[in-house]
T-cell receptor, first 111, second 112 residues
Framework: EPEVTQTPSHQVTQMGQEVILRCVPI?????FYWYRQILGQKVEFLVS????????KSEIFDDQFSVERPDGSNFTLKIRSTKLEDSAMYFC?????????FGDGTRLSIL | GDSVTQMEGPVTLSEEAFLTINCTYT??????LFWYVQYPGEGLQLLLK?????DKGSNKGFEATYRKETTSFHLEKGSVQVSDSAVYFC???????????FGKGTMLLVSP
């Protein structure tokens, strides 16, 4: 069964540094999402992407965040200048319409 | 705004016990409802879904019925196994939107 893949599985970064989280969605899917889960808290929506542009974003998704689909297969989340509170598990998801299929996540640790 | 409330965990059960994990929601209109499961070290997997009132979603022995009158979508399984140990997330997707709103998750621990 096709699946969403995310790399790396764990990323450790110094505060203030830029980080790029990578995702390869399922190939025929058209909608792409990023969610995050701070340890012990609920999964929170960050952004959705369709037809090469952001379709929805949450309050969390401020100017420090950006998304890109640089080629036909990858979908990336960039955090420009990381803060301690960005430490979380970041999940990528994709869908043809519904439901959404999730990757295994990237654990981001900010030091 | 829309929200999902799940019962606090962990829920600790012996193998073959009956499972209920409560989920209630607040949303305008007619959302779709989902249960996702997260096994240790893995991502979120869709377990089951229901898109309209009185629909019953089912998969792998788990069931949940969309109850609009009580705004609930409780997850049930008649006989749990050790391999069911995981965190279970209730989620809704508002009508007309694509994003998911999740509950906090309920950890289930099943002992032999």
């Amino acid at each position: 069964e096709p699946e969403v893949t995310q790399t790396p599985s764990h990323q450790v970064t110094q505060m203030g540094q830029e980080v790029i989280l990578r995702c390869v969605p399922i190939s025929n899917h058209l909608y792409f999402y990023w969610y995050r889960q701070i340890l012990g808290q609920k999964v929170e929506f960050l952004v959705s992407f369709y037809n090469n542009e952001i379709s929805e974003k949450s309050e969390i998704f401020d100017d420090q965040f950006s998304v890109e689909r640089p080629d036909g297969s990858n979908f990336t989340l960039k955090i420009r200048s990381t803060k301690l509170e960005d430490s979380a598990m970041y999940f990528c998801a994709s869908s043809e319409n519904q439901p959404q299929h999730f990757g295994d996540g990237t654990r981001l640790s900010i030091l | 705004g829309d929200s999902v409330t799940q019962m606090e965990g962990p829920v600790t059960l012996s193998e073959e016990a009956f499972l209920t994990i409560n989920c209630t929601y607040t949303a305008t209109g007619y959302p779709s409802l989902f249960w996702y499961v997260q096994y240790p070290g893995e991502g979120l997997q869709l377990l089951l879904k229901a898109t309209k009132a009185d629909d019953k979603g089912s998969n792998k022995g788990f069931e949940a019925t969309y109850r609009k009158e009580t705004t609930s979508f409780h997850l049930e399984k008649g006989s749990v196994q050790v391999s069911d140990s995981a965190v279970y997330f209730c989620a809704l997707r508002p009508s007309g939107y694509s994003t998911l709103t999740f509950g906090k998750g309920t950890m289930l621990l099943v002992s032999p």
